[in-house]
């Protein structure tokens, strides 16, 4: 079955930073929409960034600037550079892919999700 497994969460002081990565397993998504979206306590899923199988990316604007996604298809991989920290980054990022080319915003249109992975920064 398909799996998409997040590695790279942690604590780290406000300015720092982290690099988050989904491997995936079970099929190939060379050919589709991957992305990355995140959910602090008390509030919902959210878009942060997002690629599609071209490479062409949105992110979303309070990350702008700081972050960054990027994929391997080669390892069935996609990243998120993740600079210039601050407190109110802190939430469970989950990586997510479609089944589809074209990338989207909202979370009810991606198929597959990992299990996510804790992010903390501490100001």
């Known amino acids: 079955q398909v799996q998409l497994v997040e590695s790279g969460g942690g604590l780290v002081q406000a300015g720092g930073s982290l690099r988050l990565s989904c491997a995936a397993s079970?099929?190939?998504?060379?050919?589709?929409?991957m992305g990355w979206f995140r959910q602090a306590p008390g509030k919902g899923r959210e878009f942060v960034a997002v690629i599609s199988w071209s490479g062409s990316n949105l992110h979303t604007d309070s990350v702008k600037g700081r972050f960054t996604v990027s994929r391997d298809n080669a390892k069935n991989t996609i990243y998120l550079q993740m600079n210039s920290l601050k407190p109110e980054d802190t939430a469970v990022y989950y990586c997510a892919a479609r089944t589809q080319q074209s990338v989207h915003t909202a979370p009810n249109r991606w198929d597959y999700w990992g299990q996510g992975t804790q992010v903390t920064v501490s100001s």
């Open positions: 079970g099929r190939t998504f060379s050919s589709n929409a």
